[in-house]
């Protein structure tokens, strides 16, 4: 069973990886636009992140603050993409370059957050 919960856990890491990979090769290139990868990352990391919270294998301790505010941070960043998106799409303009960084701030802190904590 652990190793299944261990498999859970890299997919979350590749859920972050896309989010913030897609993030950074936008900024590389100077585009600052939000991608499909992006939203891709973040339902990645939203479904991986709510199979972890629940207690599998049995006998194992959370940590919910963290939890809490992992998930805080998922939603805000979740609503900031998607306000992005449909800018995008109503008026094929780039993310203003705050709200673009915003998003790579966001992300960051996220697995920060998860390691550090």
């Known amino acids: 069973m652990q190793l299944l919960r261990d498999a859970v856990v890299l997919v979350h890491i590749v859920g972050f990886a896309l989010t913030f990979g897609a993030w950074a090769a936008e900024a590389a290139a100077r585009r600052f636009r939000t991608t ?12 991986t992140g709510l199979a972890l ?33 449909a800018r995008q799409r109503k008026r094929n303009v780039s993310v203003p370059r705050p709200l673009f960084f915003v998003i790579g701030a966001l992300s960051f802190s996220a697995a920060a957050i998860a390691v550090l904590w």
């Open 53 to 85: 919270a629940a207690p599998w294998p049995a006998g194992i301790v959370l940590n919910y603050p963290k939890l809490g505010v992992k998930l805080a941070i998922l939603v805000v960043l979740s609503g900031v993409v998607g306000m992005s998106n």
């Open 36 to 47: 499909r990868l992006m939203d891709y990352g973040l339902l990645v990391s939203l479904a």
